[in-house]
């Protein structure tokens, strides 16, 4: 390959890391054709980026983003593979559902959140990350509810109130 093709590869990586604020890190090796095409299409369904990389090229890119990724380059060995997505958890949550089937691919690292995840082992970790739209729907729930308190209260003091007189009416005098 050429310099000038690989800077256009380098230069077309680092747009595509730039767009997406989340990328894993994956190895595949060993995956034949035909699993590779499924985990193609499940992502491609999930909205998921699954690019295959050489280590060099992605190294390169990375360094071009602006963002400091030097603790994803030790994971850049073997064959890789980068998923690219703009829901944090979009990735692990298809890499998990994939392994139900076959024992690749494996994660070797992530940036999530401005986070670091490194291993396999930290896959786990990742699908349980909350997205930035369920910890929006969270937070207005929790404050929903104490507002509900206070107008569920305002609605039932009437009926509490009258209640209360009626009760106090019917209830016999006591010399």
Known sequence: MKKEEKAVIIDSLCE????KPHMYVTDITGMNAAATSNLRRACFKNGVKLIMVKNTLLEKALEKTGVDYSELMPTLKGTTAIMLSEVNKTPATVIKEFR?????PKLKGAYVEESFYLGDESLDALVQIKSKSELIGEIVTLLQSPL????GALESAPNTVAGLVKTLSERPEQA
């Open 16 to 19: 595509q890391i730039k767009a």
């Open 148 to 151: 509900q308190n206070v107008l």
């Open 100 to 104: 139900k089937r076959s024992e690749m």
